[in-house]
């Protein structure tokens, strides 16, 4: 599926086509696309603190100066604490007050101004520009926002942007910190949708897979590794890779044909992070190290654990899973607050997995085919390795900044069956009992064999 098919199904909360500008000198283009959205009336720029430059200039300067002429503008500013801008209930309500009486919302800058800028717009009801200054995630295309509640990342709707505009030459200059990320975000395809796929196919996902929300980024994604293109060519794929997976997020209407296992261990090196006021990578560094780790569990459930070879009666609720849920919380949060939110999500996921004893048989009684399709989908790290080196992006958990150590790197992988409600290959091995010390080594190990895992 092409770009621009994927792109003519978008749709923002207004009803209106989704319009995506990606090239070089893209922000000559703004003003009139103000004008278009809103002849009249204040814009509202809403940006972080981070000072991003092109061609030896301000970046936000440069995008009030390519704004229609005469046209009242008003700068909000995302507070930061120690982990840069959070988007938890207090910041979103601040953020929505200030840019109450907007005519226009625009976001300029990171992933999370984007998510913050599509929930403002949604909740004042005005269009929306996202003007993407780093091709560092795939959230920019989609409609959803990850937001923080009590403590714990929750990926909720929110709206497309009317416009996504993306200056090839200011992309080129932002941190090469944030471009790896980039990449990081982007090798989850080679696990992610293994975990989907396993929702759908136990009935665990309302949805229902679909090849049409996978392949056109599994089509794309070999181009990250290739050694022989230029420079500009490789950032021109990545674009193209994080572009068209907002896309396909936004029309299957749900992150999971993107958002695994992988994406479930950053997450959890944010929340403790955050609850523990540490510091913590940028989301997609710590996803490309995960994504390696993800292939690496997928490739010891199909290869030496066999998990498939089970029956459907081999996998129980455990009896004791609320005390392992908020135990495995308490170290970096003993007030119980995130221990609370993640067991109410994981209770939830429980109790889908009772009502779906007839899915679940059918899978097994099919288990042939679908292991055929899950070994397609998942179970070579190399993949995403061989992507992250070509980048110079981290590989093992020694190598994100700052560098996680081997008992925070082995807590976040026995951490993350227990943290939300979307099934994933984890929480098949909590239900057979094989969630364990010996099921890590085994992971840890197969990872290494890559130059992934916890690393020197």
């Given at each position: 599926?092409?770009?621009?098919?994927?792109?003519?199904?978008?749709?923002?909360?207004?009803?209106?086509?989704?319009?995506?500008?990606?090239?070089?000198?893209?922000?000559?283009?703004?003003?009139?696309?103000?004008?278009?959205?809103?002849?009249?009336?204040?814009?509202?720029?809403?940006?972080?603190?981070?000072?991003?430059?092109?061609?030896g200039?301000?970046?936000?300067?440069?995008?009030?100066?390519?704004?229609?002429?005469?046209?009242?503008?008003?700068?909000?500013?995302?507070?930061?604490?120690?982990?840069?801008?959070?988007?938890d209930?207090?910041?979103v309500?601040?953020?929505?007050?200030r840019?109450?009486?907007?005519?226009?919302?625009m976001?300029?800058?990171?992933?999370?101004?984007?998510?913050?800028?599509?929930?403002?717009?949604?909740?004042?009801?005005?269009?929306?520009?996202?003007?993407?200054?780093a091709?560092?995630?795939?959230?920019?295309?989609?409609?959803?926002?990850?937001?923080?509640?009590?403590?714990?990342?929750?990926?909720?709707?929110s709206?497309?942007?009317?416009?996504?505009?993306?200056?090839?030459d200011?992309v080129?200059?932002?941190?090469l910190?944030?471009?790896?990320?980039?990449?990081?975000?982007?090798?989850?395809?080679?696990s992610?949708?293994?975990?989907?796929?396993?929702?759908?196919?136990?009935?665990?996902?309302?949805?229902?897979?679909?090849?049409?929300?996978?392949?056109?980024?599994?089509?794309?994604?070999?181009?990250?590794?290739?050694?022989?293109?230029?420079?500009?060519?490789?950032?021109?794929?990545?674009?193209?890779?994080?572009?068209?997976?907002?896309?396909?997020?936004?029309?299957?209407?749900?992150t999971?044909?993107?958002?695994?296992?992988?994406?479930?261990?950053?997450?959890?090196?944010d929340?403790?992070?955050?609850?523990e006021?540490?510091?913590?990578?940028?989301?997609?560094?710590?996803?490309?190290?995960?994504?390696?780790l993800?292939?690496?569990?997928w490739d010891?459930?199909?290869?030496?654990?066999?998990?498939?070879?089970?029956?459907?009666?081999?996998?129980?609720?455990?009896?004791?899973?609320?005390?392992?849920?908020?135990?495995?919380?308490?170290?970096?949060?003993p007030?119980?607050v995130?221990?609370?939110?993640?067991?109410?999500?994981?209770?939830?996921?429980?109790?889908?997995?009772?009502?779906?004893?007839?899915?679940?048989?059918?899978f097994?009684?099919?288990?042939?085919?679908?292991?055929?399709?899950l070994r397609?989908?998942?179970?070579?790290?190399?993949?995403?390795?061989?992507?992250?080196?070509?980048?110079?992006?981290?590989?093992?958990?020694?190598?994100?900044?700052?560098?996680?150590?081997?008992?925070?790197?082995?807590?976040?992988?026995?951490?993350?069956?227990?943290?939300?409600?979307?099934?994933?290959?984890?929480?098949?091995?909590?239900?057979?009992?094989?969630?364990?010390?010996?099921?890590?080594?085994?992971?840890?190990?197969?990872?290494?064999?890559?130059?992934?895992?916890?690393?020197?």
């Amino acid at each position: 599926m092409s770009l621009v098919s994927l792109e003519d199904r978008a749709r923002s909360s207004s009803g209106g086509a989704m319009r995506l500008v990606s090239e070089p000198g893209a922000l000559r283009r703004l003003a009139a696309l103000v004008d278009e959205l809103a002849p009249t009336g204040e814009v509202v720029l809403v940006a972080d603190l981070t000072a991003k430059t092109v061609d030896g200039g301000d970046v936000d300067a440069r995008v009030q100066a390519a704004l229609p002429a005469g046209r009242h503008r008003r700068v909000v500013r995302v507070p930061a604490g120690a982990h840069g801008a959070t988007l938890d209930e207090r910041t979103v309500d601040e953020v929505c007050g200030r840019a109450s009486g907007a005519a226009v919302v625009m976001t300029v800058g990171s992933g999370t101004v984007s998510d913050l800028g599509k929930v403002v717009a949604a909740t004042l009801g005005v269009p929306l520009i996202s003007v993407q200054t780093a091709a560092s995630v795939n959230g920019y295309a989609d409609p959803l926002s990850v937001l923080v509640r009590n403590g714990a990342k929750r990926t909720v709707p929110s709206r497309w942007p009317d416009v996504l505009l993306i200056d090839h030459d200011i992309v080129a200059e932002a941190p090469l910190a944030l471009t790896r990320a980039g990449v990081g975000d982007a090798v989850a395809i080679w696990s992610s949708p293994a975990d989907w796929y396993l929702a759908c196919a136990l009935g665990m996902d309302s949805a229902l897979y679909g090849s049409r929300f996978v392949d056109p980024v599994r089509d794309l994604a070999p181009r990250l590794a290739d050694e022989t293109a230029s420079e500009a060519e490789r950032l021109a794929s990545l674009i193209d890779v994080l572009t068209v997976g907002g896309l396909v997020i936004g029309d299957a209407g749900t992150t999971a044909p993107l958002s695994g296992v992988e994406h479930l261990a950053s997450h959890v090196l944010d929340m403790s992070a955050i609850a523990e006021g540490a510091a913590h990578d940028l989301h997609g560094a710590q996803v490309g190290v995960a994504s390696v780790l993800a292939s690496a569990l997928w490739d010891v459930a199909l290869e030496d654990e066999r998990l498939f070879d089970l029956g459907p009666t081999d996998f129980v609720v455990p009896d004791d899973l609320e005390g392992r849920v908020r135990a495995v919380w308490q170290p970096v949060d003993p007030t119980g607050v995130l221990g609370e939110e993640c067991w109410h999500a994981v209770e939830a996921k429980m109790r889908r997995w009772v009502a779906a004893g007839p899915q679940i048989r059918a899978f097994f009684t099919h288990r042939r085919e679908h292991v055929t399709t899950l070994r397609v989908l998942a179970g070579d790290p190399s993949l995403p390795a061989a992507a992250l080196r070509v980048w110079g992006a981290a590989v093992a958990f020694s190598e994100l900044s700052p560098p996680v150590p081997p008992e925070r790197a082995r807590w976040v992988l026995s951490a993350l069956p227990f943290m939300r409600d979307r099934l994933s290959v984890a929480d098949l091995f909590v239900l057979a009992g094989r969630w364990d010390d010996r099921l890590f080594d085994r992971v840890f190990a197969r990872a290494a064999a890559t130059g992934g895992g916890l690393g020197v």
